[in-house]
């Protein structure tokens, strides 16, 4: 008798002061078959991974947030979570990662965000 084991899906947090961005990105990972959820305020998604470290297996964040920049969410994101895969989105033309695992342009092509997130896995 065989048993057939599903794989948990990956899951990702999205942050970006723009809604409209958050939720063309949360699509865009959801049709990929990620799990993902998403924040325009990085102090909440800071406080979510604080209550739960390990509920997200990546963190995408937006370079240029009015309160505390991607990068500064990453920096605070891997003091909770060291393991946490990480990805600046940013529209500033510069393939400059800033310490993050990846970078994803703004906007971005589909088979942009696939290479980004076989990277970072």
């Known amino acids: 008798m065989s ?3 599903e794989r948990r899906a990956s899951r990702a947090l999205v942050v970006d002061d723009s809604k ?5 990105l949360v699509l865009a990972l959801e049709t990929l078959g ?3 959820r998403g924040l325009t305020c990085p102090w909440e998604a800071l406080a979510a991974l604080e209550a739960s470290p390990d509920q997200f297996d990546l963190l995408i964040a937006d370079h240029r947030m009015p309160s505390l920049t991607g990068v500064q ?5 891997r003091q909770v979570q060291p393991s946490l895969s ?3 989105y940013t529209g500033l033309r510069s393939q400059e990662t ?3 695992d990846a970078y994803l342009p703004k906007p971005f092509e589909m088979s942009e965000l696939e290479e980004v997130l076989a990277a970072v896995q």
């Open 34 to 36: 990620w799990e993902a």
């Open 98 to 100: 800033d310490g993050a």
């Open 20 to 24: 409209l961005v958050v939720a063309g």
């Open 3 to 5: 048993r057939k084991f």
């Open 73 to 77: 969410l990453i920096d605070k994101a």
């Open 86 to 88: 990480t990805v600046i």
